[in-house]
């Protein structure tokens, strides 16, 4: 299922309802992701009054110098929409926006490189204020 040593082609994701959980990692996962690479993905939710949750299940990027970065709406340029720069190992954490839009980009430089992440994506109902924290 994971494995894939390029970015996804189709970094889009579309819900059309929250009962719905899809996947998201890194190339390469569980194995080391390449050097050198930045992979983007856009979510969206088409039903009303929700927002976007990311669950990460497994992260291990170098740290200080790899980095998984997160945003609210769908303008990756936006340095305002930032809900979480992410670097490291961590423990399983959830990020969530405060809209029904979510960025997501992976960046990786030419050093170390780790087995990296895979987390799961989800929409769910409620307006509210970003939420980064560890579950």
């Known amino acids: 299922m ?7 082609s189709d970094n889009m994701m ?3 309802n929250t009962q719905v959980r899809k996947l998201l990692w ?6 080391r992701y390449p050097a050198n690479i930045k992979c983007y ?23 200080a110098y790899d980095w998984w970065t997160a945003g609210d709406g769908d303008n990756i340029k936006d340095s305002r929409s930032l809900l979480a720069k992410l670097s490291g190992d961590l423990e399983i954490t959830r990020v969530m926006s405060t809209s029904n839009k979510m960025w997501i980009e992976f960046k990786s430089d030419d050093r170390v490189n780790k087995a990296g992440f895979w987390l799961y994506i989800q929409p769910i109902a409620g307006k509210g204020k970003d939420i980064i924290e560890t579950v």
């Not at 994971?2 to 996804?8: E, I, L, R, W």
């Not at 890194?26 to 194995?31: A, S």
């Open 14 to 16: 579309t819900f059309t």
């Open 26 to 31: 890194t190339p390469g996962y569980p194995t």
């Open 2 to 8: 994971f494995k894939s040593g390029t970015c996804p």
């Open 41 to 63: 993905w856009f979510i969206n939710s088409t039903v009303p009054n929700t927002r976007i949750s990311a669950y990460i299940q497994d992260f291990k990027l170098e740290s």
